[in-house]
C-alpha cells in the first residue's frame, strides 16, 4: 500500500479517536478532538498531494479517499448531534447524499467504471470540514466561557445558519453528481 492510501487509512482511524474524544465531551477531551481532526484533515490533503507527486494514483485511492471523508465528517457530525448541536435532519439528509453517491460509485465499479470526486463535490467537504472547525471553536470557547452572550447567539444563530449552508451544498452536490452522472446511471 503507498503512502497516499496509508495516509487515507490513518485519516479513518483518527476519525474513531476523534468522535470519541468529542463524546467525552470535557474541555480537554473537545481541545484534544479538534486537533485529531485538523490532523485528520491534513491527512486528506498530504494523500492526494503524494498520490499526484509520486505518480501513484490508484483506483483504491479514488475511492478510499472519498470513503474517508465521509466517514470523517459524518463521524464528527454524529458526534455533535449526540451533543444537541446540530440538527437530526441536517445530519440525515448529509448522509443521505453520502450513502447516494458512494452507491453510485459502487455501482461504477461493477462496470469497470472509477467515478471521482468533482469539483463541487470537493467544495462540499471543504465546507464540511470548515463547518466542523466552527464548531469546534465555538464548543472549545463555550467551555472556557459558559454563560457568555456570544456563545449563546453562536449555538443559536451562527451555527444554524452554517450547517443550513452545509446542507445545501452537499445536497446540491449530490444533484449535481447525479445530472453529471446521468448517462452511467441509467445503464444501472
Known amino acids: 500500500m503507498n503512502i497516499a ?3 487515507t487509512v490513518l485519516r479513518i482511524i483518527l476519525t474513531f479517536v476523534c468522535v470519541w474524544l468529542v463524546l467525552l465531551n470535557t474541555f ?9 481532526f485538523i490532523i485528520a484533515s ?26 474517508a471523508d465521509k466517514i470523517l465528517v ?3 457530525f454524529s458526534a455533535f448531534l449526540e451533543l444537541n448541536i446540530v440538527n437530526a435532519w441536517m445530519i440525515i439528509a448529509i448522509v ?8 453510485i460509485r459502487f455501482l461504477g465499479l461493477g462496470k469497470g467504471v472509477v467515478l471521482e470526486a468533482k469539483m463541487l463535490g470537493k467544495h462540499k467537504t471543504v465546507s ?17 466561557m459558559p454563560n ?15 450547517m443550513w449552508y452545509i446542507v445545501l ?3 446540491f452536490s449530490g444533484l449535481h453528481y447525479l445530472w453529471q452522472n446521468r448517462k452511467l446511471i441509467s445503464t444501472f
Not at 480537554?28 to 485529531?36: E, N, T
Not at 464540511?128 to 472556557?144: D, S
Open 5 to 7: 492510501n496509508q495516509l
Open 28 to 36: 480537554a477531551s473537545i481541545v484534544g478532538a479538534f486537533l485529531v
Open 42 to 67: 491534513i491527512t486528506d490533503f498530504l494523500d492526494g498531494f503524494f498520490a499526484r507527486r509520486q505518480a501513484v494514483v490508484t483506483d483504491l485511492g479514488k475511492i478510499l479517499d472519498p470513503i
Open 74 to 76: 459524518l463521524g464528527v
Open 96 to 103: 443521505m447524499r453520502e450513502l447516494t453517491i458512494t452507491g
Open 128 to 144: 464540511q470540514i470548515a463547518g466542523i472547525v466552527v464548531i469546534f471553536i465555538v464548543l472549545i470557547t463555550a467551555k472556557k
Open 148 to 162: 457568555s452572550a456570544n456563545i449563546a447567539f453562536m449555538f443559536d444563530k451562527v451555527i444554524p445558519v452554517l
Open 169 to 171: 451544498i452537499t445536497v
